[in-house]
């Protein structure tokens, strides 16, 4: 096997890996958001697309103090995993 073959297979086993990375975070921040806010299914996961995407239109926003610490746990890790 060439090493261009096996550098593309090693880049399509990376670019997997962020997109389940990434489809993760949102899963799992839009379940926390929805047991924490109490914020329907659909709020949780457009405030966690906007929170990773840095867009923050700043029409949904964390109230109690474990939804704070989370959000600024979830943006580090959401801006890090996007920007890789």
């Given at each position: 096997m060439s090493s261009e073959s096996s550098d593309s297979h090693e880049s399509q086993?990376?670019?997997r890996l962020l997109a389940i990375g990434?489809?993760?975070l949102l899963v799992v921040g839009t379940v926390v958001y929805h047991?924490?806010?109490g914020w329907s299914w659909i709020d949780s996961f457009y405030f966690c697309t906007v929170a990773v995407t840095t867009?923050?239109?700043g029409d949904l926003h964390p109230t109690s103090d474990a939804s704070k610490l989370f959000t600024v746990l979830y943006i580090?890790?959401?801006i890090s995993l996007v920007g890789a």
């Open positions: 086993w990376v670019y990434a489809l993760s047991y924490l806010e867009v923050g239109f580090f890790t959401g």
